[in-house]
């Protein structure tokens, strides 16, 4: 403390006589006074700090709540997937106590949970959790989950495959066999073999040789991995035949022709048109096409004469089946699932769908969405356009997706923009031992479509284990 100050004070109190013992007494009792505040600020500094840390300890709990309330709802739709309302059968909110390790509830938790938009897998939870110490304090989480469709894959398929190094993929490629990959790549290239025999159709440098689960000359190489879990393409069944039923029930459905089939061309304006194939146009010499089993066809898949049915709005559940051989071409403008099959499942009846023409989206951003389901293949046919795009998911359930051998026919290229899932062996081109196409697209670029993996078409095949899309905190008003 300042004595002169002391001193001042001391006058102004005592007078200009001023002796030795009220000075001391003077000094003492300011000191008093100085140790005092100081005592007190330091208290309310203690006080302060205690209630920030109180505060902050309280602010952490809620969030920690709030995430509990998501884990909850995410263990909850594990075991119930259909279930968006808690098993209430109600609308919510939800509240739940949330309760420490003796059992006792120390605060709470409320979900609001949002279905699926119309071709969608996603759902939304929200979670806002608070301390009953602080019932004021309130954290709120968003989380968006939703089922990675069997459109995940860019490419998928039961058998060996073989990318050419005029081949581009763009996306997942899975194979349950082995593959020989000569192409480019730009995500994963998996196979659930560790190793196989690559047979002689897969060109030079197999014969029937044992290879890696993924070898070739193409890459990037980080990108391959094998072994890896087989998909298990039996469970496809079931979803062909989901489709029959909800096209009988609300969408669109046509049993067997009594010809060749039907022709479904799709207009921009939302709507298709719908013919029935009465005749085929003959093959040119030598009269046949050969598939990847080496099998000759002699029949033809180009339409010569059909007969309008008549023009449609595509259905509101965007489902169509038909019990009998379909082409598809035209311009998508809506969401859709084709299914061709004929039940019960007689492997003499299956049917097949086939791309005369391009199929294209009005636009790519995600509102258009088309799945073409066949019970056998997917086919090319031998008039197809020399250059072809295709914005669609394809499935072939029991066959492959293909286009036949057909001598001296080479054709420039091939875009596709969707998936392609194929049970048996895949092709749209072929090529001589030595690498050269011989048949078929000189060039295939097959891209993925990122819209499809949480918004998939109508009914299309979707994994059974939901996965985290997004996270995020919400500000609280």
């Not at 969408?251 to 029935?276: C, E, I, M, N």
Request: proline content about 5%; hydrophobic content about 35%; charged content about 15%.
């Amino acid at each position: 403390m300042n004595f002169k100050f002391v001193l001042f004070m001391a006058r102004k109190m005592f007078g200009a006589q001023v002796q030795r013992g009220n000075i001391l007494l003077v000094v003492m009792v300011f000191g008093a006074l100085a140790i005092t505040t100081l005592v007190m600020g330091m208290s309310n500094f203690a006080v302060m700090e205690n209630r920030a840390a109180r505060a902050k300890n309280q602010n952490e709990i809620a969030f920690q709540i709030a995430e509990a309330g998501i884990n909850y709802y995410r263990w909850h739709l594990a075991h119930n997937p259909a279930d968006l309302q808690d098993g209430t059968g109600a609308p919510g909110p939800y509240v739940h106590d949330y309760k420490d390790k003796n059992g006792t509830a120390v605060g709470k938790f409320s979900l609001d949970i949002s279905a699926p938009p119309n071709g969608s897998s996603i759902i939304t939870i929200k979670s806002t959790g608070y301390s009953l110490a602080n019932i004021k304090n309130k954290r709120t989480l968003k989380v968006r989950i939703g089922f990675p469709s069997l459109s995940d894959y860019g490419f998928l398929t039961n058998s060996d495959v073989w990318i050419g190094d005029t081949e581009v993929i763009h996306g997942k490629l899975h194979a349950n066999g082995g593959i020989r990959f000569d192409g480019q790549a730009d995500a994963p290239i998996t196979s659930a073999k560790s190793t196989y025999q690559c047979q002689s159709m897969h060109g030079s440098g197999c014969n029937n040789t044992t290879k890696p689960g993924v070898w070739g000359s193409g890459g990037p190489q980080n990108f391959w991995k094998f072994p890896v879990p087989a998909f298990d393409f039996n469970g496809i069944t079931v979803d062909l035949a989901n489709i029959k039923t909800g096209a009988q029930n609300g969408g669109f459905y046509r049993s067997a022709s009594g010809k060749y089939g039907y022709h479904l061309v799709f207009q921009v304006d939302g709507t298709f048109t719908l013919y029935k194939v009465t005749a085929l146009k003959a093959l040119p010499s030598p009269g046949w096409g050969m598939d990847v089993k080496g099998k000759k066809h002699y029949e033809s898949y180009d339409i010569k004469t059909e007969v309008s049915q008549g023009n449609f709005a595509i259905p509101a559940n965007g489902l169509m089946f038909f019990e009998d051989q379909v082409w598809v071409n035209g311009t998508v403008k809506g969401r859709a699932t084709i299914g061709s099959g004929r039940f019960p499942v007689n492997q003499n009846t299956y049917t097949s769908i086939v791309i005369p023409n391009s199929i294209v989206y009005s636009t790519k951003d995600g509102s258009d969405a088309l799945g073409l389901m066949a019970q056998k293949d997917v086919l090319l046919p031998r008039y197809s356009p020399s250059s072809m795009e295709i914005d669609a998911a394809l499935i072939a359930q029991n066959g492959s997706a293909q286009r036949f051998y057909y001598s001296g026919n080479i054709l420039i290229g091939l875009s596709i923009y969707g998936s392609v899932v194929s049970n048996g062996v895949w092709t749209w081109s072929w090529v001589s031992s030595g690498g050269a196409v011989v048949s078929g697209y000189k060039n295939t670029n097959t891209s993925y479509d990122v819209n499809l993996t949480y918004g998939p078409p109508p009914a299309f095949p979707v994994g059974t284990e939901y996965k985290v899309i997004s996270w995020d905190e919400i500000k609280n008003p």
